[in-house]
């Protein structure tokens, strides 16, 4: 990734691939596809981990218990599933159908329990109205008892927006504002569609917009982060947020927050 870039695309095979390591302070990320029988075994080392499974199906092995996630088709079709990971553990996986998982890693606590997310322990919010509609699903943000990690999925309808009003998180100005760095990674559907993200602060010294397309991936260090989807396509982003302080308290645009009173 260059130097001022955000957008990260990465061809994506077999095995683990690092997508997010070292261009953050807290967050790094990981994809991990395995095949059908396939294992893998890691150390989470100092690191909290949120294992979120995007598709298949698979059994995880942790301090001899064990624990299976999924099936899950795509993200589009069947809620998610997750498993949450304190610091100084290891995990063994093992593939019971082709499966892409997301890891998520902070630096976390050595204490802690080890959390299964199911779909009954998810949070759905559907938020908007007309052309701003969309489903949020928190994963791991009430159900763990994570040092930094936050993460949840967003759901766009066609041809609609969210992160809508623009809202920013970059400044630790509590109670109003907590800072939080964030990534989405997205996904569409179809596969050949795309989105567009748009990533500015309110002096415009960073006023960007990337186009995202399946499996694309987007740093947030600041500003304001709305995303819309192209008409006839549904648009998916796994967010994954952490800060000094794990509350996620906001602050609008002041020119687009009068859009709340359409909802």
């Known amino acids: ?32 596809r395995l095949e059908e029988d396939e294992e893998y075994l890691e150390e989470t080392g100092k690191d909290e981990l ?9 059994n995880i092995e942790l301090e001899q218990k064990s624990y299976s996630l999924g099936p899950r088709r795509d993200v589009f079709l069947d809620f998610a599933w997750g498993l949450y990971v304190p610091a100084q553990r290891t995990w063994k996986i093992k593939a019971e159908q082709n499966s892409e998982l997301a890891l998520c890693y902070a630096p976390g606590p050595e204490k802690g329990e080890v959390v299964l997310i199911s779909p009954k322990e998810l949070v759905v919010h559907q938020r908007g109205k007309d052309h701003f509609q969309r489903r949020v699903v928190d994963i ?41 760095e964030e990534i989405y990674f997205y996904k569409l559907k179809p596969e050949q569609g795309f989105g567009l993200q748009r990533i500015y602060n309110d002096q415009r010294t960073l006023d960007k917009v990337y186009l995202v397309e399946n499996n694309d991936l987007i740093i947030f260090k600041e500003g304001y982060h709305p995303v819309v989807s192209a008409p006839g396509y549904w ?17 609008d645009d002041p020119a687009h927050s009068w859009v709340h009173s359409l909802e």
């Open 1 to 32: 990734m260059s130097e001022g870039e955000l957008k990260i695309k990465k061809p994506l095979s077999r095995g683990k691939t690092w997508l997010v390591n070292g261009e953050l302070e807290l967050i790094k990320f990981a994809l991990l």
């Open 50 to 58: 949120g294992i979120i499974l995007l598709s298949g199906k698979v």
């Open 140 to 180: 791991m943000v009430s159900q763990v008892p994570a040092r930094y990690l936050l993460i949840g999925e967003t759901f766009n309808l066609p041809g609609q927006w969210s992160s809508y009003p623009p809202h920013r998180h970059d400044k630790h100005n509590p109670p109003e504002e907590y800072r939080l």
């Open 235 to 251: 648009l998916y982003y796994l967010w994954v947020l952490a800060g000094p302080v794990r509350i996620m308290k906001t602050v």
